[in-house]
């Protein structure tokens, strides 16, 4: 008795459900044609695609950051100031080593083979030793270069090695990079190195050496190193770098090293040492 | 039935013609008046009387009132008018009508309903329904 009531009841309710449904579309309906009659629907004429352009502009001026962030497929951030960054960063510059034009979202892979623990590197820099070898037996003077020598090498060759040098902090050589990243001495960099200038805080002209602290890198740090020859009139000069994780000018050169320092050490011998260092 | 004696000479009836008499002989041929919609329906059906008790007590617009509500949040009514506005185009700003506006949308009307919020009513009214009908 109860379960027919039950029945009914559902059945009756369904029935004042769809009684309140259809009264609530007839009111949908009258409106609609109402506005399209009377001619105030604006959206009567500019619709699909234009609407979906207007609901975009609609919330790109309300400045929902969310959603824009969301319709771009997440490829752009967006800070609290509406700016947009890529999340990848694809400012492009010149690897110190090699020469090559690298994107700055590549650029540690690209360094860990270009003088780190590549096959290709370790062969590249055996090839580098014999042949610096060879050209330093011949003959001392040596021209400029920038770039990467290694500095377990360098003290059985060059006897005049200052003793200054691990004061000078420069021993902080990482594991595993000394012996692999040598690098030609005779042969000039002409990479460039994008980020702000070099500034050359001293010069100290010492019998063997003059220095030159370069912050952030330099895109003219071989053309320095040409003037710093002019003036000094040394024959030599030798660039070393010391990678540190920061670059102070705030840009980021993706994941890994970014910038670095640069000591110029000039001095009769191919004498430099190049360290990676977090 | 009623037989009408037709003046074919003249346009005017009998009776404005002034002749009652034949006016009146006319009449005894009418048909019997009605009986005042005694006959229609044995009593109001459960359904009609549902409805009495729901506009009565004032429930059903409440009904109204909340379907309406949960109906604009989910976004339903403006998907009807996005509906309403393609088949006005389709059809001609100027020549339609609500009753094809209304025949066109019904079904999608319904069908579009979330089951969340049809649940919800259903439920209240059945809650209605049993505590009223007993």
């Not at chain 1, 029935?15 to 105030?40: K, M």
Request: proline share 4%; net charge positive; aromatic share 4%.
């Amino acid at each position: 008795m109860a379960h027919d009531r039950m029945k009914v009841s559902s059945q009756q309710a369904g029935l004042v459900f769809a009684d309140l449904l259809d009264s609530l579309i007839v009111d949908v309906a009258s409106e609609s044609h109402r506005a399209a009659r009377l001619g105030f629907d604006h959206k009567l004429n500019v619709e699909e695609e234009e609407e979906m352009r207007l609901a975009h502009q609609a919330r790109t001026i309300v400045g929902d950051s969310g959603a824009i962030g969301s319709e771009n497929g997440n490829k752009h951030t967006i800070d609290v100031f509406g700016q947009t960054h890529p999340t990848i960063a694809n400012e492009t510059f010149d690897c110190m080593n090699c020469g090559r034009p690298i994107v700055a979202g590549r650029f540690a892979p690209h360094l860990e083979k270009c003088m780190g623990k590549g096959r290709k590197a370790r062969l590249k820099s055996s090839r580098n030793v014999t042949a610096s070898q060879q050209r330093r037996a011949r003959s001392s003077p040596i021209s400029s270069y920038g770039g990467v020598v290694s500095a377990s090498r360098t003290p059985n060759r060059t006897p005049t090695r200052t003793p200054e040098e691990p004061q000078r902090g420069l021993t902080d050589i990482a594991e595993g990079t000394s012996e692999e990243s040598h690098e030609d001495d005779e042969k000039v960099h002409r990479s460039r190195v994008p980020g702000g200038h070099s500034q050359v805080s001293a010069i100290t002209k010492t019998a063997k050496r003059a220095e030159i602290h370069m912050r952030n890198g330099s895109k003219q740090f071989s053309d320095d190193a040409a003037r710093l020859t002019e003036l000094a009139s040394i024959p030599t000069v030798i660039i070393t770098w010391r990678i540190h994780t920061l670059c102070n000018d705030g840009r980021h050169f993706g994941g890994g090293a970014v910038g670095f320092t640069g000591t110029v050490i000039k001095s009769k011998f191919a004498l430099g040492r190049f360290t990676i260092g977090g | 039935m009623l037989s009408v004696r037709s003046s074919n000479s003249s346009s005017k009836s009998d009776y404005e013609r002034g002749d009652f008499t034949a006016a009146m002989r006319a009449s005894i041929n009418r048909p019997p008046t009605p009986d005042g919609d005694e006959d229609k329906g044995a009593e109001p059906t459960l359904q009609e009387i549902i409805n009495i008790k729901l506009i009565e007590s004032g429930e059903k617009e409440r009904l109204k009132e909340l379907l309406r509500e949960r109906l604009i949040e989910c976004g339903w009514r403006d998907e009807l008018k996005a509906q309403c506005r393609s088949f006005t185009r389709k059809k001609g700003r100027s020549k339609i009508t609500v009753d094809e506006i209304i025949r066109n949308i019904t079904p999608k009307g319904r069908a579009m309903v979330p089951d969340t919020v049809k649940a919800e009513l259903l439920q209240r009214i059945r809650a209605f329904l049993m505590s009223d009908n007993l």
